[in-house]
């Protein structure tokens, strides 16, 4: 059983470069999402609306199916339509399983956004304008470091569910932890050692950030403290 280990501990980089690329996209477009709702911008806050409710209530095995076959059929369809070969009909794996996290986390992290921003108090918004500084300027230097307090143990739920979400992603032919598992247990026969060991694993990497988020938030909170 021990000697599986190390197999499945080599399959984690590659899990964690996937979530932490997905994160990272959706962290950005989750924020974009979230300002164009709190700002109700016109036409766009009903479209980001529209968004968050179709990902949030789509399971993500479902999303995965629809991009990953999807996305290379509507390239060959666009090619064929436009008469070009402008578009790629074979697309890289990786990189389509990282933008379909992508997708799935910004619906997330629209909504942390969105109640992390509407908790700061929006007077010192209209303070910050009234002094000179540009909206952006406002954003950047009072309202996210606040906002950011309030949404890191949502964040951090959200980057430990994504950790474990990671392993449906050998449905598409991605060799991830879960991949290097069931390949051992087909080989082994050993089905329940196989799954124990990649449970622990996934248990591990949980603790981990856990702790990291734990951390992360208290830093903040001292932070915001020191400078109240």
């Excluded at 991009?67 to 990189?95: D, I, M, R, T, W």
């Excluded at 951090?156 to 991605?174: A, H, P």
């Excluded at 082994?188 to 996934?202: A, P």
Aim: hydrophobic content about 55%.
């Amino acid at each position: 059983m021990g000697s599986k280990v190390p197999l499945m501990l080599q399959a984690v980089p590659r899990t964690l470069a996937i979530v932490l690329a997905a994160t990272a996209l959706g962290f950005v477009f989750g924020l974009l999402l979230a300002l164009v709702r709190s700002y109700k911008v016109p036409v766009l806050s009903q479209l980001a609306a529209a968004y968050i409710s179709v990902v949030r209530g789509t399971p993500l095995l479902v999303i995965m199916y629809l991009f990953y076959y999807g996305l290379p059929e509507l390239c060959a369809a666009l090619n064929e339509s436009l008469h070009v070969s402008f578009f790629p009909e074979e697309l890289n794996k990786y990189a389509v399983v990282i933008f379909i996290f992508a997708v799935y986390i910004s619906a997330y992290m629209a909504e942390t956004w969105y109640s992390a921003l509407n908790a700061v108090d929006y007077g010192q918004m209209e303070a910050a304008l009234a002094v000179g500084m540009t909206m952006p300027q406002a954003l950047y230097r009072i309202f996210l470091p606040q906002a950011i307090v309030s949404a890191i143990p949502n964040f951090g739920n959200l980057f430990i569910s994504t950790i474990k979400q990671t392993s449906l992603v050998f449905m598409i032919q991605i060799v991830d932890i879960m991949a290097v598992a069931k390949i051992e247990a087909g080989k082994s026969y050993r089905y329940l050692e196989m799954y124990v060991i990649v449970s622990l694993v996934y248990w591990a990497l949980t603790l981990i950030f856990e702790r990291l988020f734990i951390y992360w938030e208290q830093h903040y909170a001292k932070y915001k403290r020191h400078h109240a």
